[in-house]
């Protein structure tokens, strides 16, 4: 269920609200696959089904950095900014793995608004998510990304 806010400055004091959780996505071999030709990131355990059988994950696993970056795909299903010119993403702190994703698993994402403050003319968001597994009790990371919103007028 995605939490919405009708403007940017609706965000101060929000600090503390639960977002979530996300719809169910299913990381395929072929997500991976694409991820390590565009990052040039091959490794065996990521991408040689035969090999990765016998390996440490008894199975190919997606790159950390690949379910990191599905954190862009799952903000939008957390939360919604409305009244704004631009926004830009300024980057992401505490940044940790904390279990494999493996091939064939589905993952979803919750969130916690952590921090806002307003900075040069704008209001800066900080969402904690948190990647989780389906049926692990260990999320697969979680990650404190940094949103700026421009308001409109």
């Not at 609706?10 to 503390?16: M, Q, S």
């Not at 950390?64 to 010119?85: A, C, D, K, W």
């Not at 919750?110 to 900080?126: D, M, R």
Request: with cysteine; hydrophobic share 40%; proline share 5%.
């Amino acid at each position: 269920m995605t939490t919405i806010f009708d403007r940017p400055q609706d965000l101060i004091g929000a600090e503390g609200t639960q977002l979530g959780p996300t719809e169910w996505l299913t990381i395929d071999q072929a997500r991976v696959d694409g991820f390590a030709e565009v990052t040039e990131d091959r490794q065996w355990i990521h991408v040689d089904v035969k090999r990765a059988q016998s390996g440490p994950f008894g199975g190919t696993i997606a790159h950390g950095y690949l379910t990191m970056s599905l954190v862009n795909h799952f903000l939008p299903q957390l939360i919604e900014v409305r009244g704004f010119t631009h926004a830009v993403n300024v980057g992401a702190d505490r940044l940790r793995f904390l279990n494999p994703v493996r091939v064939g698993a589905r993952i979803r994402a919750t969130g916690e608004i952590v921090g806002v403050e307003e900075i040069k003319g704008a209001v800066q968001s900080v969402v904690r998510v948190t990647v989780a597994i389906e049926g692990e009790e260990k999320p697969a990371c979680v990650v404190d990304t940094i949103s700026r919103y421009f308001p409109e007028g």
